[in-house]
T-cell receptor, first 120, second 114 residues
Framework: AQKITQTQPGMFVQEKEAVTLDCTYD???????LFWYKQPSSGEMIFLIY??????QNATEGRYSLNFQKARKSANLVISASQLGDSAMYFC?????????????????FGKGTHLIIQP | GAVVSQHPSRVICKSGTSVKIECRSL??????MFWYRQFPKKSLMLMAT?????????EQGVEKDKFLINHASLTLSTLTVTSAHPEDSSFYIC??????????FGPGTRLTVL
């Protein structure tokens, strides 16, 4: 079973509209972290936002907010007032475990991504 | 924010040769770095975790003798693709842990094996 599921392979949105990118996850860990990254055509991975499993409030970073619904295991990214420069691939990712255990691997598991295109 | 660099950004090599990719954390120390591989129009797949001063931890299905990882210092991890073949052509991205909740990614290295 996939650990991170992004059901929208591609999305077209009008400039200035809000966008919601879906992400559901699967883990049996109590402690985990959820990330969203943006990957423009240049290939670099740009960190957008982070939500810890124990965080009670939804994370926000500027125009980005994360709609965290723990019971549904959902961590949707919301981009308000979309801009042309938001066109890119968007990846949802998860870190399982405490993260700072220092012992085991805690690399990220990525979803397949959503290709977002903002239209003028 | 923290900066991670990769070198080279792009490399083309002949089949059978070895290629070394460097990942450096420029303004912070990283005891743990990660190597990912991304195929065209695909997601990132974790290959291995690189720990400073110890052996790397490889994900299932990743050949440790094929992809040699060395984390010799707190700011440098290297990935060497040995005896490269065309199927090794891919986009390789490293990241460095900047704390429990943060990973900083390098700009990636595009490897093409002819």
């Amino acid at each position: 079973a996939q650990k991170i599921t992004q059901t929208q392979p591609g999305m077209f949105v009008q400039e200035k509209e809000a966008v919601t990118l879906d992400c559901t996850y699967d883990t049996s860990d109590q402690s985990y972290g959820l990330f969203w990254y943006k990957q423009p055509s240049s290939g670099e991975m740009i960190f957008l936002i982070y939500q810890g499993s124990y965080d009670e409030q939804n994370a926000t970073e500027g125009r980005y907010s994360l709609n965290f619904q723990k019971a549904r295991k959902s961590a949707n990214l919301v981009i308000s007032a979309s801009q042309l420069g938001d066109s890119a691939m968007y990846f949802c990712a998860m870190r399982e475990g405490e993260g700072d255990s220092g012992g085991g691997a805690d690399g990220l598991t990525f979803g397949k991504g959503t290709h977002l295109i903002i239209q003028p | 924010g923290a900066v991670v660099s990769q070198h080279p950004s792009r490399v083309i090599c002949k089949s059978g040769t070895s290629v070394k990719i460097e990942c450096r954390s420029l303004d912070f120390q990283a005891t743990t770095m990660f190597w990912y591989r991304q195929f065209p129009k695909k997601s990132l797949m974790l290959m291995a975790t690189s720990n400073e001063g110890s052996k790397a931890t490889y994900e299932q299905g990743v050949e440790k003798d094929k992809f040699l990882i060395n984390h010799a210092s707190l700011t440098l991890s290297t990935l060497t693709v040995t005896s490269a073949h065309p199927e090794d052509s891919s986009f390789y991205i490293c990241s460095a842990r900047g704390g429990k909740d943060t990973q900083y990614f390098g700009p990636g290295t595009r490897l093409t094996v002819l």
